[in-house]
């Protein structure tokens, strides 16, 4: 069997880090089996729906790498849904309703009142030939509802969730077209998942129900239904999913100066037992994915650890992945130096400019004689391969200092700032001219 998953978003806005991750288990699982990974739009909602969004969708799985090898959307597939519902209406398992919403709402409480689940009442299925020529005389349009089997129970053995059982005959007929002749995602992601030989459909356990439903439309419509693997939801550190997270997109995390990577290493993993640990490209996640490892219960995301994730992939990815981002004339010798210290690629800019820019002279008084002294030793020096190293034992000797109060000044006086990569490795990179010319500046010299 050649594993299809999908990807079935409604272009009526941006991805979040909850639609991401979805996204990216899709892919996973797709890559992992050498299968196929569908991307899928659900735009019945016309009104909601937009190609600016369908566009910036796209552009973010572009981004986060995961390419998908068909794309579909439901509106160029409207003939497909009205044939299916005929069929269904023909062998008796989709009927029209009349109900207007005040009518079914009261129906609902009245059921709450009596202490009864809100299920549908089936009234419509009672209807008479007369009784229904008066309703629509009376201007009224049915919407249209499917049958349930209440004979059949409903199982199926989730991949994250384990068996599953449901009673028919406590879910309510579900509208499948309302009464302007808009469909409601039900049908038509059944159809597609048929038409579109999905094997496994993986999505957010916000959807159990509706595969309970599900699972008989895609019996009455003669398919066997494909695997299902509902994961548990994501929540923000404090315990829900905060508007925050269901605002935060790529563009926000873009701006963070978070890795695609990191992204991908961090919710591939996030709810499940393995380790969420950089990683140096996606090969890894894909072969560890197993639905087995995912847990019950919700996902913490926390967009701190995100970045604190992002920090140690950044401090692995090769001079090759990071070149077009990096300042013209920065070289792998020099990424490699300034990279250990860095919380994003953007930051190495900010270090080459340190490195070959103006850095800020005054040092405070009692550091003045200490540089100039640092200046003549550093003039000294032969300049070899360990220049660093030769300088502070040049200076332990003669200066009398150690420690922070040797260290401390020549950092700031050479890079202006109180913390950074490794002074071994900026100096060769500052170079023996500049060396000198800085510390003899800051020594007032
Ligand atoms: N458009 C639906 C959603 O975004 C798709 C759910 C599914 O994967 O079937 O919730």
Sequence with gaps: ??????????????????????????????????????????????????????????????????????????????????????RLRASGRVYPAYETAQELDLKR???????????????ALQLSDEERARLEAEGRRPHWRFRLDHDAAI???????????????????????????????????????????VTHVVRGED?????????????????????FAHE?????????????????????????????????????????????EPVADPSSLVEAFDFATFGRAPARFDLEELKALNARIVHGLPFSAVADRLPKGMGAEDWAAIRPNLKSVAEAG????????????????????????????????????????????ALKGSSGRAGKALFLPLRRALTGRDSGPEMAALLPLIGRDETIARLRAAGGM
Excluded: C
């Design 1 to 86: 069997m050649s594993v299809v998953t999908r990807f079935a978003p409604a272009p009526t806005g941006s991805l979040h880090v909850g639609n991401i991750r979805t996204a990216i288990h899709n892919w996973l699982w797709a890559r992992k089996n050498n299968g196929r990974f569908l991307l899928r739009f659900d735009d019945t909602d016309r009104t909601r729906s937009s190609e600016e969004s369908a566009e910036s969708i796209r552009r973010d799985l572009a981004w986060l790498g995961l390419g998908h090898d068909e794309e579909h959307r439901q509106s160029a597939r409207f003939d497909r849904y009205e044939d299916a519902l005929e």
């Design 109 to 123: 409480k009245v059921h709450l009142g009596r202490g009864k689940p809100p299920v549908y009442d089936r009234a």
């Design 155 to 197: 199982e199926w053995d989730d991949l994250v969730r384990g068996r599953q059982h449901f009673d028919p005959a406590l879910l309510s007929d579900p509208v499948i077209r309302r009464e302007d002749g808009s469909w409601l995602y039900m049908l038509p992601s059944t159809v597609d998942d048929i038409d579109m030989g």
């Design 207 to 227: 959807h159990v129900t509706n595969t309970a439903l599900q699972i008989q439309m895609f019996e009455a419509l003669g398919a066997p239904a494909p695997a």
């Design 232 to 276: 548990a939801l994501l929540v923000g550190s404090e315990g829900k999913l905060s508007k925050r997270l269901g605002s935060l997109g790529t563009e926000a995390m873009k701006a963070e100066g978070i890795e695609p990577l990191a992204i991908l290493a961090k919710l591939a993993r996030i709810g499940t037992s393995l380790p969420v």
């Design 350 to 393: 900010d270090w080459w400019a340190i490195l070959h820019g103006h850095v800020e002279a005054a040092a405070p008084e009692e550091d003045r004689a200490f540089l100039a002294q640092a200046a003549d030793a550093a003039a000294a020096l032969g300049w070899g391969a360990t220049p660093w190293a030769d300088l502070v034992a």
